[in-house]
């Protein structure tokens, strides 16, 4: 399994952007993407997971909610990361992740997620 993150930027704040995860190779039942971000000197963090296969079900941090959407097109193997209301402490790295065994309750935790894409920097300047 390999994933491509791209789409990210310097934008302003209350500006959008749009993040993409492209997933070569996935297979399995349980197939979830996860949006994770990471800051200079903070811990990675989650941000938005979809259940890929089985109902297409989303999750979203609560700092996130309401501005963020993430969406899935199976055709083009690609997972979305829409990314409306940018403010400056959403500046980060942001990593897709994928991984097709993860139980619900574990759907937020980073190192339950198997395979990693390189990370795009989104920068919201104030």
């Known amino acids: 399994v390999q994933l491509q993150a791209s789409g990210g930027g310097l934008v302003q704040a209350g500006d959008s952007l749009r993040l993409s995860c492209t997933v070569t190779g996935r297979t399995g039942m349980r197939q979830t993407v996860g949006w994770f971000r990471q800051a200079p000197g903070k811990e990675r963090e989650f941000v938005a ?26 055709a083009k193997n690609t997972v979305y990361l829409l990314m409306n209301s940018l403010r400056p402490e959403d ?12 139980i619900l309750s574990a759907i937020r935790l980073a190192q339950q997620y198997k395979y990693w ?4 920097q989104v920068t919201v300047s104030s």
Not at 56 to 72: E, H, L, P, Q
């Open 117 to 120: 894409g390189q990370g795009t």
């Open 49 to 74: 997971a979809i259940r890929w296969t089985g109902g297409g079900n989303t999750y979203y941090a609560d700092s996130v909610k309401g501005r963020f959407t993430i969406s899935g097109d199976n």
């Open 91 to 102: 500046t980060a790295v942001y990593y897709c992740a994928f991984d097709s065994s993860i």
